[in-house]
């Protein structure tokens, strides 16, 4: 395909109304700098990835699977995972006084006594990937307890931590045509280029075969969204990426402490948001330089993304101007809507009231975040980490609270929110060795009952995920890490893929309902810190995150969930730059509102209109 044929990333999310930050940064809202990647041509060598020198080292061997001679005879039947993994790399802290045992699944009998086998595959990381001294990306306690139990090692062929990397060594590979057996978070528009090539393994009947019957039950209640992004020709050519639910739902984070002084309340509306906004950006109350205060914090990804997020303001007017929504019989793109111009002038107004940073539009999301960690922003819709440790550190005196998004002029109000199963999927190459396949969905079976069971208490690795003190206490200072950036996904990676996407919620209720049960001396390091949080930030965390499960009818999702069209393809990335270009030139009064008349001309007439033919032809086969 020539270069006028592909379309990027960004571009093809803005037309099918994803979110414009890339569903392969969902899961992991905050994003970091990448570490050090290698190319898909050079030998398959994991990246090194940031060392954290405060963890003490774990210097055990990568395992291979237990020979059948070594396998107890009396032990086989129940096949319990714990009999296969030797101690030091068993999850949990069983010896700590105040620490906890995960209990590990059963492991299927094929993992037993057979050949140990390697599969290479492709992994994103950045400086969250984090490991002990001595591990890396193929070798830590999670590869180590895994090769014990299965005697299967994953080898990253090549790394990467942005999508454009992405992009680009996926483009490599397929051109050179050394594509490794299992692949991380294809994007969409390269799986269907791989799909059309007959580059990846249909895995219709593998899926079907081995798939456990817990992970069959989630993708019966989701239905056909399940399989939008893995399904070229009516075959399935990977597995789906489920990412948490209502992952990427804002609701308004305010400065509690800030408002009380100036008493002002809680908006409720869009005009009661823009006087505190502007009572807020006057009020000198932030760390900034000159005490400089951001009413609203926002970024250069104005339709939605993963923090500081603009949608609720679209929302309000009944739009998310990169989705496609219902229009008589058919759909038809927000963004050309009328609703979306009066938006813009309110916008428009806002920025030169003051609302906005005045550079908000050069502004990305870390560093928008940034301003609220320093203390400086007042308001921001975010989803559930909102709330950051670093701003109580910046200002003893911080007070965090969250509210649900404000209504609109009509009294409307909603967000951006998207199907938990995106449009990354996991792929194998053509060709791969059957087994490969078979031993990957197995993996996912087994994290799933590992990872989804609250009960089974899987919180990783003492001394990785978290650290005593001299005193059996959880060391609060300790920069833990999660362990789902070691694993291979679905269930697992950097993305955080899970098989429920109900799973945090879940366990969220699970814990606040269950465990302050638990008599004070009898709990746990865990239980304790979990109960006892003493600045808030990991209660309002969690609160928020069932509160936004309990609002979710405010959620506005695209009508059309579907692989690029031909024209999306060829003109997605002119058409992404003309709406960026007239929507924020309009915003920062560059110029006039009326200029969006101009714009909705021009996207018609540069591709639009052809667009909008072809995703009402997917929506009339697809009713």
């Given at each position: 395909?020539?270069h ?5 990333r960004?571009?093809?999310?803005r037309?099918?109304g994803?979110?414009?930050?890339g569903a392969?940064l ?5 994003q970091?700098?990448?570490v ?8 398959t060598k994991?990246a090194?990835?940031t060392?954290?020198?405060a ?11 237990v020979p ?22 068993l999850p ?14 059963d492991?299927p ?5 057979k ?9 994103r990381v ?7 001294e001595?591990?890396t990306?193929?070798n830590n ?14 080898k ?10 992405a ?13 490794p057996?299992?692949?991380e978070?294809?994007?969409p ?7 059309e ?26 239905g056909?969204q ?9 075959r399935?050519?990977?597995l789906p990426?489920?990412?948490?639910a209502?992952?990427?739902?804002s ?8 408002l ?10 869009l ?6 906004a ?8 932030g ?13 250069k990804?104005?339709y939605?993304t993963w923090?500081?997020d603009?949608s609720p303001?679209?929302g309000?007017f ?9 229009e008589?019989d058919g759909?038809?793109?927000d963004?050309?809507r009328p609703?979306?111009k009066?938006?813009?002038?309110l916008l ?10 005045k ?21 921001h819709f975010?989803?559930?980490w909102g709330a950051?440790v ?7 005196k911080t ?9 609109g002029p009509?009294g409307k109000k909603g967000?951006?929110t998207e199907?938990?199963f995106?449009?990354?999927?996991y792929?194998?190459r053509k ?7 078979q ?6 079976n087994w994290?799933i009952e590992l990872?989804e069971d ?6 990783g690795w ?6 005593f ?6 060391d ?8 789902h ?7 697992g990676?950097?993305?955080?893929g ?16 269950e ?21 808030g930030v ?15 009818a405010?959620?506005?999702?695209t009508e ?7 024209t999306?393809?060829l003109?997605?990335?002119?058409m992404?730059?003309l709406m960026?270009?007239?929507?924020i ?7 006039p ?8 001309k021009?996207?018609?007439a540069l591709g ?5 033919k ?5 929506y009339?086969a697809?009713k």
């Amino acid at each position: 395909m020539s270069h006028q044929t592909k379309v990027s990333r960004r571009d093809f999310l803005r037309l099918t109304g994803l979110t414009a930050t890339g569903a392969i940064l969902t899961a992991c809202a905050p994003q970091a700098t990448a570490v050090p990647t290698t190319a898909p041509a050079a030998p398959t060598k994991a990246a090194e990835p940031t060392k954290a020198a405060a963890v003490e080292p774990t210097k055990a061997p990568v395992a291979t699977a237990v020979p059948p001679t070594a396998v107890p005879p009396t032990k086989v039947p129940s096949l319990k995972a714990a009999d296969y993994v030797t101690a030091k790399n068993l999850p949990g802290s069983p010896k700590n006084p105040r620490g906890w045992t995960t209990n590990l699944p059963d492991i299927p009998q094929s993992w037993l006594g057979k050949k140990p086998i390697t599969i290479s595959v492709t992994r994103r990381v950045d400086t969250g990937t984090q490991f002990a001294e001595g591990d890396t990306l193929e070798n830590n306690p999670f590869s180590r307890m895994l090769g014990e139990l299965s005697g299967i090692t994953f080898k990253p062929a090549w790394t990467w931590s942005t999508p454009d990397e992405a992009n680009t060594k996926y483009n490599l590979a397929m051109a050179s045509k050394q594509l490794p057996d299992y692949m991380e978070t294809v994007p969409p528009a390269i799986f269907l280029q791989m799909a059309e090539a007959g580059l990846l393994e249909d895995v219709t009947d593998a899926i079907d075969k081995y798939a456990s019957d817990t992970w069959k039950k989630v993708w019966k209640e989701y239905g056909n969204q399940v399989w939008t992004w893995v399904t070229y020709k009516g075959r399935k050519y990977g597995l789906p990426y489920a990412s948490n639910a209502n992952q990427n739902d804002s609701v308004l984070w305010y400065r509690k402490d800030w408002l009380d002084k100036l008493n002002l309340k809680v908006p409720k509306t869009l005009d009661e948001l823009h006087d505190v906004a502007v009572a807020l950006s006057k009020s000198k109350l932030g760390k900034g330089e000159g005490g400089l205060t951001v009413g609203l914090a926002a970024t250069k990804n104005i339709y939605h993304t993963w923090a500081c997020d603009l949608s609720p303001i679209w929302g309000a007017f009944g739009i998310i101007p990169d989705r496609w929504s219902k229009e008589g019989d058919g759909l038809m793109f927000d963004g050309i809507r009328p609703e979306a111009k009066k938006a813009l002038a309110l916008l428009a107004q806002w920025y030169k009231d003051g609302v906005f940073r005045k550079d908000f539009n050069n502004i990305a999301e870390g560093d928008a975040r940034n301003d609220g960690k320093g203390s400086i922003n007042g308001l921001h819709f975010t989803p559930s980490w909102g709330a950051t440790v670093e701003t109580y550190q910046n200002d003893p005196k911080t007070v965090w609270a969250f509210a649900d998004i404000p209504t609109g002029p009509d009294g409307k109000k909603g967000k951006f929110t998207e199907s938990p199963f995106t449009a990354n999927p996991y792929c194998f190459r053509k060709g791969v060795d059957p087994l490969v396949v078979q031993r990957v969905i197995e993996v996912c079976n087994w994290l799933i009952e590992l990872r989804e069971d609250p009960v089974k208490r899987f919180h990783g690795w003492e001394n990785n995920q978290y650290k005593f003190t001299a005193d059996n206490k959880l060391d609060a200072k300790f920069a833990s890490w999660v362990p789902h950036a070691w694993m291979i996904g679905p269930v697992g990676s950097r993305g955080d893929g899970r098989g429920d996407p109900q799973t945090t919620a879940k366990g969220i209720k699970y814990f606040m309902s269950e465990w302050p049960k638990i008599a004070a001396d009898k709990q746990d390091a865990w239980q304790e810190t979990y109960l006892n949080d003493p600045i808030g930030v990991n209660k309002l965390s969690r609160e928020s995150t069932v509160f936004i499960d309990e609002t979710k009818a405010s959620g506005m999702a695209t009508e059309f969930r579907a692989l690029p069209t031909a024209t999306m393809q060829l003109k997605g990335t002119d058409m992404g730059k003309l709406m960026d270009t007239a929507y924020i030139s309009i915003i920062t009064g560059q110029k006039p509102v009326d200029e969006f008349d101009n714009f909705v001309k021009q996207w018609k007439a540069l591709g639009g209109d052809q667009v909008t033919k072809e995703v009402n032809e997917w929506y009339k086969a697809n009713k």
